[in-house]
């Protein structure tokens, strides 16, 4: 017979597989699975980002109306914010506007005095 050791015996085969082992290999198996679903929902939630939807359709938009004869004399932003200043012959006006919905947050109204 040959001195050669049987393969049975050979180290990693199915009898030297401890609970430890077996743990670890399963263990690895989950990670794995669990890494691949996480580049499949990465994926996914690239291409539903590429297709995108309209940033705010003109329909959303809102309108500001102005008092007959205002004209807007400075204009400023703010974070979320968009601040005008309107003159019209006898008031001043200040209107803050939310721009994520377009929203009057504050209006300041003051009149001239003719006499000064």
Do not use: C, W
């Not at 890494?35 to 297709?51: Q, Y």
């Amino acid at each position: 017979m040959s001195d050669m050791p049987h393969l049975s015996n050979a180290p990693g085969g199915p009898e030297n597989q401890t609970t430890a082992y077996k743990a670890a290999k399963l263990a690895v198996i989950i990670l794995s699975t669990l890494i691949i679903l996480a580049l499949i929902a990465l994926v996914v939630g690239g291409i539903r980002t590429m297709r995108g939807k309209p940033a705010a359709s003109a329909a959303a938009a809102s309108t500001i109306h102005l008092p007959p004869g205002a004209e807007i004399v400075e204009m400023q932003t703010q974070p979320g914010r968009l601040i005008l200043r309107l003159r019209d012959g006898e008031a001043e006006e200040i209107r803050i506007i939310d721009t994520q919905n377009g929203r009057l947050v504050s209006q300041i109204r003051s009149t001239f005095d003719p006499a000064r």
